[in-house]
């Protein structure tokens, strides 16, 4: 397969290897300022072009750090993100958060760099404010069964994440999103761990155990509810990734 992931985390050593020795398609996100550190030190080894660095304060951090100590790391990145806002796993006060989105979001466009978006329970506050700051945006597994169109919208990619096989709303995505917007994405082998996990009780599927399957099993999946051959969605999800967002980058 030509496998990409169009959103990840660093993971662990094993994680790393595959995807850099597979030669897999990896956009892999640092959400704060350690994390890119130490993903730019693995960059600097690194042969080849199999992972691409995306950086972002992530709104679990808003109040930890500032967008100064992330704009180093975000220049180097021809891709920002994740940012958003959340309010089912996070703490940090929504004002803070919204203002760090914002900064973010005006740093993005003023640099000319797509943007991958988090918007857990926040979904239509960030729709919204999206349309201030008009630019090209990867909403990274959509799991709300509303305002779905009104990132559609804005011409919003989506990446589907590991559950479409049982979770409603990512199915949805998978479903409905135009066919030159639609990616894939793991979130990381421990995120893909944590959704099988919270799969159905009758149908339990056993976690995969490298990137390699959990992104086979997600496209599979995705081509079964789009009623497309494997090898039609696997050369979608790769050619969209790399247009929409290694190609040229711009903001509106």
Not at 8 to 36: F, V
Not at 63 to 69: E, L
Not at 181 to 195: F, K, N, P, S
Request: proline share 6%; glycine share 8%; aromatic share 10%.
């Amino acid at each position: 397969m030509m496998l990409c992931d169009a959103h990840a985390h660093l993971g662990n050593d094993t994680e790393w290897e595959e995807r850099t020795g597979k030669g897999i398609l990896s956009l892999i996100c640092a959400t704060g300022p350690e994390e890119a550190g130490k993903l730019f030190s693995r960059l600097e080894w690194l042969k080849g072009r199999a992972v691409i660095p995306t950086a972002g304060l992530h709104p679990w951090y808003a109040d930890q750090y500032t967008v100064q100590d992330m704009e180093p790391y975000i220049r180097r990145c021809p891709v920002v993100g994740e940012i958003g806002m959340d309010s089912v796993w996070c703490q940090v006060p929504l004002p803070v958060q919204e203002r760090v989105f914002r900064e973010q979001l005006a740093m993005a466009c003023s640099l000319k760099k797509p943007v991958v978006l988090h918007t857990k329970g926040q979904e239509k506050a960030i729709a919204s404010i999206l349309k201030e700051y008009p630019n090209r945006y990867l909403v990274h597994w959509y799991s709300c069964e509303e305002y779905l169109e009104e990132y559609l919208a804005l011409d919003c990619y989506f990446s589907v994440g590991p559950d479409a096989w049982w979770n409603p709303a990512v199915a949805q995505a998978a479903r409905r999103v135009p066919r030159d917007r639609i990616l894939v994405e793991t979130d990381g082998l421990g995120a893909v761990q944590w959704a099988y996990e919270n799969g159905p009780e009758d149908g339990k599927r056993t976690a995969p155990g490298t990137v390699s399957e959990a992104l086979e099993n997600t496209v599979r999946t995705m081509a079964e509810i789009r009623a497309v051959s494997l090898k039609a969605m696997e050369e979608l999800v790769f050619d969209n990734l790399v247009r929409g967002f290694l190609g040229e980058l711009y903001c509106l």
